[in-house]
């Protein structure tokens, strides 16, 4: 509980001891069950709180975090400590200001009261599910829920408060045969109580996706057409990301500087920062520095229109902060995105594939791959793909390669976006079909 640490005594002292100052206090109630190899393997359940301090005294930054009240006043010691050798920085923290509450929803009742010891029953059909329909397989699953407070307050008398949590399930199915080890995997996590409906949609997708992946097709090395869904499709999105990322631009290394209001990429191509999404991961009234958020164009219709600065990396540049700090207890603020949010197209994804003479769908990557993220270039190994021949899936791919640079994918073969969302994490993205990616097969 915050009171354990004496918040509004901190404040206090650190008012006394140097010129600004922003305290960050969180909790976090986590409870899980997980099977492993077929079998209900733990159920866990921990508590933890904190504080971060970030304090400024003599023009540089100094910051220390602890989780135990009774270290109070040696991590505000070491925070003032530090600022001995830390950066030369003067912030204009926000000031005192009236902010709705509950504009977004975050939190869900249902969550901190439900029991998790039910879904063990629901485990164990889900994996008695499994194995019937796939053959020697073995099921590890998941279930978990969070819940907890945060508090900021700052040297501007500024204080907000909210309560957030988090259902989420995860499943993956392991097949070891002679030509090899097949893993399927999915989830979904939300700051809403998941209906099981949609669980069970998510087994069912994995029985769909097995029964397309027990033939192994054999393919030519050449380039091809590429699907890439909501499981691999945030490997492209990563060069973007970071480009537009208000550090990167601050350090003077993204290809992107001198691009504000460009065309970058195709302009079918759309991407948004949403932290305005009900019960959705990433969403939040306030940044991690109490800076109110709002949803951004990122790249819109092709042109390139909105860096994402935390108060740190606007001061540095001469920007203004664009509400996206994040931070935990143990690290001061950096800018992050909240939900990224993509523009679906106008082909249905099966017409997407059924389009198709020959061609790849790529669901899973080995590793990150990339060559250089900042450039767009990247090179991966497909663990799980699978191969189209005329406008059907006819198998899974093994042993091949694709390679590329995104800009080029973006900017010059984008063949079509699909008319469906689909969520992955904090992220919602249609597929996206690229023309000519070079595939590299034994």
């Known amino acids: 509980m915050a009171n354990k640490f004496n918040i509004s005594g901190i404040s206090k002292t650190l008012h006394q001891e140097c010129e600004q100052f922003d305290l960050y206090y969180a909790n976090s109630n986590n409870e899980s069950i997980s099977f492993e190899n077929n079998k209900l393997f733990m159920f866990e359940n921990n508590y933890s709180s904190g504080l971060g301090l970030r304090i400024f005294k003599n023009g540089r930054v100094g910051f220390s975090f602890t989780t135990n009240p009774e270290k109070i006043k040696q991590t505000i010691n070491y925070a003032i400590a530090s600022a001995n050798f830390g950066e030369k920085l003067n912030l204009e923290l926000p000031m005192k200001q009236k902010i709705k509450k509950n504009t977004i929803k975050m939190y869900d009742e249902k969550i901190e009261n439900l029991d998790l010891k039910q879904f063990i029953e629901f485990g164990n059909r889900i994996i008695k599910k499994l194995n019937k329909y796939i053959p020697n397989s073995m099921v590890s ?10 508090i900021l307050i700052n040297s501007n008398n500024y204080k907000f408060s909210e309560k957030c949590s988090m259902f989420d399930f995860s499943v993956s199915v392991v097949i070891t045969e002679k030509k090899g080890i097949l893993d399927i995997y999915d989830g979904l996590a939300s700051c809403a109580l998941i209906n099981l409906d949609k669980i069970n949609v998510i087994v069912d997708n994995i029985i769909r996706r097995y029964e397309q992946a027990k033939k192994i097709a ?13 499981f691999s499709i945030g490997l492209l999105y990563t060069s973007f990301l970071q480009a537009m990322n208000g550090k990167i631009y601050q350090k003077g290394i993204s290809p992107l500087s001198d691009k504000l209001n460009k065309k970058i990429v195709d302009a079918r191509f759309s991407m948004y920062d949403d932290p305005h999404i009900d019960y959705a991961l990433g969403s939040a009234i306030v940044d991690a520095e109490g800076i109110q958020t709002y949803k951004k164009p990122l790249i819109e219709d092709g042109v390139f229109r909105n860096f994402i600065f935390d108060l740190r990396s606007a001061k540095l540049t001469g920007n203004k902060s664009t509400g996206n700090a994040e931070r935990s207890i143990s690290a001061m603020p950096t800018p992050s995105y909240s939900n990224i949010v993509v523009n679906t197209g106008d082909k249905p994804y099966n017409e997407m594939i059924a389009e198709i003479d020959e061609g790849l769908i790529v669901e899973h990557t080995i590793g990150a791959g990339q060559s250089n993220v900042l450039a767009g270039d990247f090179s991966v190994n497909v663990s799980l793909g699978y191969w189209i021949k005329k406008g059907k899936i006819v198998g899974r791919v093994k042993d091949c390669m694709i390679a590329g640079n995104v800009y080029d994918l973006f900017n010059n073969k984008i063949n079509s976006i699909s008319k469906e969302l689909f969520i992955k994490s904090s992220m919602r993205t249609p597929a996206i079909c690229f023309n000519d990616i070079n595939i590299a097969a034994k």
Do not use: R
């Open 218 to 230: 054999a393919i030519k090395s050449e380039k091809y057409p590429v699907i890439f869904n909501k």
């Open 141 to 150: 699953l998941s279930f978990g829920k969070s819940w907890g407070d945060s």
